[in-house]
């Protein structure tokens, strides 16, 4: 168990839609990361978030958005969803700001679009 | 921006026998280098990372790691595999002044009996 919760585990939702995935950091992280994992586009970086602000942007889509709260919970949303977002979504934490921290992973939200 | 490729989207190997896959890293500055495995139905679970200092780093279920500036290569290795071993790894590559963590496509372990 790495300390981090993401919920929900899987979600299955039709094109056009708006859903929102959850992530708890381990305790004491600062720093959250958003991952996408699809079979033809491998392990992508979408955001991260260092208490609360944000820190570095990947391959996000303008359709998405996150943002982490006081909390220090992050919350991806994806709208106007389309086939194509079908893919494994991660969460994972650290407790720096800094590149050379490892990061914790959570278990993933399984998102299905139909 | 930093990138990794990793050889071979497959690996088999048998019981006992040694483990090696291979990670080949593009950095415009030192780089930072991770491996994660991943298990079925489960998230990233870091094996070892090499941010400065010695270059073979040791990593949790007798696997290890060597930086090669000159290669620009970041194999990772295990001695003996075992069944357990069976999984997909990614390297995975950042930088100092880079909080995006850039990873391979990931490479699949089958351990045959």
């Known amino acids: 168990d790495s300390g981090v919760t993401q919920t929900p585990k899987h979600l299955i939702t039709a094109t056009g839609q708006r859903v929102t995935l959850r992530c708890s950091p381990r305790?004491?992280?600062?720093?959250v990361y958003w991952y996408q994992q699809s079979l033809d586009q491998g392990l992508q970086f979408l955001i991260q978030?260092?208490?609360?602000?944000?820190?570095a942007k990947g391959n996000i889509l303008e359709r998405f958005s996150a943002q982490q709260f006081p909390d220090l919970h992050s919350e991806l949303n994806l709208s106007s969803l389309e086939l194509g977002d079908s893919a494994l979504y991660f969460c994972a934490s650290s407790t720096k700001q800094g590149a050379s921290t490892e990061a914790f992973f959570g278990q993933g939200t399984r998102l299905t679009v139909v | 921006a930093q990138s990794v490729t990793q050889l071979g989207s497959h690996v088999s190997v048998s019981e006992g026998a040694l483990v090696l896959l291979r990670c080949n890293y593009s950095s415009s500055v030192p780089p930072y280098l991770f491996w994660y495995v991943q298990y079925p139905n489960q998230g990233l679970q870091l094996l070892l990372k090499y941010t400065t200092g010695a270059t073979l780093v040791k990593g949790i279920n007798g696997f290890e790691a060597e930086f090669k500036k000159s290669e620009t290569s970041f194999h990772l290795t295990k001695p003996s595999a075992h069944m357990s071993d069976a999984a997909e790894y990614f390297c995975?590559?950042?930088?100092?002044?880079?909080?995006?963590?850039?990873f391979g496509a990931g490479t699949r372990l089958t351990v045959k009996p």
């Open positions: 978030y260092y208490n609360g602000e944000e820190r």
């Open positions: 305790s004491g992280d600062l720093s």
């Open positions: 995975a590559v950042t930088t100092y002044n880079n909080n995006d963590m850039r």
